[in-house]
Every structure is written in C-alpha cells, then in structure tokens.
C-alpha cells in the first residue's frame, strides 16, 4: 500500500520541533556513552496496531545523525501483533538514544490513529458509509494525524477553515437562516471549497435541502430520524451523520443509509499504542 505523505519539509519541522524541545542544549544521559561506540536497536509492538508514521521516525533519526539506518520489517499501514519487530535501526549509539524518544512518539501516536480508524472502517464494512476524520486534532499536528486516518483507511475532510465552509448553528443565527448563509457561501467560496449545512432536525434539514444544499451534516440526530433524512434527501444531497459515534453505535448508524460518518475522537482522543525500542547490539 502507499499513503500520500505530507510534504517533506513538514514533516521536517515536526521531527526539528520535538527534538529541540527534548534535547534542548545537549543529551546530557547519552554523553555516558562513549561517542565512539556504534549500535543497533529494535522497535517492537507491544500490542495490536496499523503501522503509521514510518516518515516521521526515518527524519528523526536522520536529523540526529544522518549515519543512523532504519531498517523497515513491517510496511506502513500493516497490522503488527504483540512482539512483532517493526523495525531495525544502526548507528552511533548516543544518537540512538537521543532520537528513540521522539521517534517513539510519532510513531505511536500516529499509529494509534490509524488503528482506531480501522477498526471504525471495519465496523461498517458493507455499507456504504465512509469513515472521515475532523478538525479536533493535536495543535501543530493535523497533517500528519490526517494522514494517519488515510492509513487506517479513512478519508479526511476539510484540512482547515480555508479548504471548506461548515454553516454551523451560529453561522445561521448570525447570517439570519440556512438560506442567507447558504446563498453567502455560494457567492464567497470558490469553486474548490466545500459547502457544508450543519442540521440538527429534520426540518432544519428541509430547509437545507430546499436551500439547494448538496452536503448535509446531521449533527446528533437520533436512528430514526437518519433513516427519515435518509428519505428526505432522496439521494439530492449527500448526508454525513456526526456526534456522539462510537464502535458499538456506528454499525447502526452506517445501517441508516447515511453516505459519511464523521468522528472526532479518531484524532482527539488518541490513546498511544505500545511500543518500545530496545539494544540488541
């Protein structure tokens, strides 16, 4: 399988972030180690997880030493089990050590993205439904844990503020209905930018639909109210069910006949996978 990656400058700035906040002016506990000395480690699951982040932690131990090697065993979107190796990395030892900690933290936290996001694609497989990520992500990291949902086999939505318009309750309020707010982001955005409609009963969706929106989202909607906008729209406008998703509620939702789901914890709520990384040499 292949991801399309962030730039690589990017993920440059990640990798040159986290260590100048780590090392700061100097390694002082891998000066014990003789500068000569070489060494070879291995990162290892500790648990279940899709492999992501393999980018980020090359650029890490590169921007230590760039005589580090790594040496992939498990491919990027793979799923690794309990013990399995994912990868081999030589080098001078005291840089070893220097990067394992934020080569580490990308590493599982991006591959806990895409662990949780595949187990949300493989909860609705057989529906039509697509799994799709949002904008609650880490400060300074939504790039690369977007690119993690890809990787679990989900899609992302609008990167930011500037790639798409969500009309939310306020931006109706605030505009005077769906229809004002509507027509105003029809006339600003330009033709690249989504318009999306944030709904949140089904005459609100009404007024949507009649407005001549095309991307709908059902914020918080009960089962059978989706399956009624499901009706509703009647394949005019595609729906995206949002709110309150989980693994043990997102079977039935995707059974509604919805075309997206949306969920926030996929990156919000992210809950490190376990790895390590040991010398063996």
Same mark, same amino acid.
């Given at each position: 399988?292949?991801?399309?990656?962030?730039?690589?400058?990017?993920?440059?700035?990640?990798?040159?972030?986290?260590?100048?906040?780590?090392?700061?002016?100097?390694?002082?506990?891998?000066?014990?180690?003789?500068?000569?000395?070489?060494?070879?480690?291995?990162?290892?699951?500790?648990?279940?997880?899709?492999?992501?982040?393999?980018?980020?932690?090359?650029?890490?131990?590169?921007? &230590?030493?760039?005589?580090?090697? *790594?040496?992939?065993?498990?491919?990027?979107? %793979?799923?690794?089990? @309990? =013990?399995?190796? +994912?990868?081999?990395?030589?080098?001078?030892?005291?840089?070893?050590?220097?990067?394992?900690?934020?080569?580490?933290?990308?590493?599982?936290?991006?591959?806990?993205?895409?662990?949780?996001?595949?187990?949300?694609?493989?909860?609705?497989?057989?529906?039509?439904?697509?799994?799709?990520?949002?904008?609650?992500?880490?400060?300074?990291?939504?790039?690369?844990?977007?690119?993690?949902?890809?990787?679990?086999?989900?899609?992302?939505?609008?990167?930011?503020?500037?790639?798409?318009?969500?009309?939310?309750?306020?931006?109706?309020?605030?505009?005077?209905?769906?229809?004002?707010?509507?027509?105003?982001?029809?006339?600003?955005?330009?033709?690249? &930018?989504?318009?999306?409609?944030? *709904?949140?009963?089904?005459?609100?969706?009404? %007024?949507?639909?009649? @407005? =001549?929106?095309? +991307?709908?989202?059902?914020?918080?909607?009960?089962?059978?109210?989706?399956?009624?906008?499901?009706?509703?729209?009647?394949?005019?406008?595609?729906?995206?069910?949002?709110?309150?998703?989980?693994?043990?509620?997102?079977?039935?939702?995707?059974?509604?006949?919805?075309?997206?789901?949306?969920?926030?914890?996929?990156?919000?709520?992210?809950?490190?996978?376990?790895?390590?990384?040991?010398?063996?040499?």
């Amino acid at each position: 399988m292949s991801f399309t990656t962030p730039p690589s400058h990017l993920i440059a700035q990640h990798i040159a972030s986290a260590l100048a906040e780590d090392i700061g002016a100097g390694d002082w506990t891998a000066q014990l180690i003789e500068a000569h000395t070489t060494g070879c480690a291995t990162i290892v699951a500790r648990e279940a997880t899709v492999l992501a982040g393999r980018p980020w932690v090359d650029e890490c131990f590169r921007q &230590v030493d760039a005589r580090c090697r *790594v040496g992939w065993h498990v491919a990027e979107g %793979e799923v690794a089990f @309990a =013990g399995t190796v +994912l990868c081999t990395v030589e080098g001078p030892a005291r840089a070893l050590l220097t990067a394992e900690r934020t080569a580490l933290n990308f590493l599982q936290t991006l591959s806990a993205t895409a662990t949780l996001t595949r187990r949300f694609v493989d909860a609705v497989a057989g529906y039509k439904a697509q799994i799709l990520d949002t904008r609650k992500t880490l400060p300074g990291l939504r790039l690369a844990q977007k690119y993690a949902v890809t990787v679990g086999g989900g899609v992302n939505q609008r990167v930011g503020l500037y790639d798409g318009v969500l009309i939310k309750e306020n931006h109706i309020l605030a505009a005077g209905g769906i229809r004002q707010a509507l027509l105003a982001a029809q006339t600003l955005a330009p033709a690249h &930018v989504s318009i999306q409609v944030e *709904v949140e009963s089904l005459a609100e969706l009404s %007024e949507a639909l009649d @407005a =001549g929106a095309k +991307l709908i989202l059902l914020d918080n909607m009960g089962l059978d109210d989706m399956r009624a906008a499901v009706q509703m729209a009647a394949g005019c406008a595609a729906l995206e069910a949002s709110g309150n998703v989980s693994l043990d509620t997102i079977a039935a939702i995707a059974a509604t006949g919805v075309d997206r789901i949306s969920i926030g914890k996929l990156t919000k709520d992210v809950a490190a996978v376990d790895l390590s990384m040991r010398f063996v040499g």
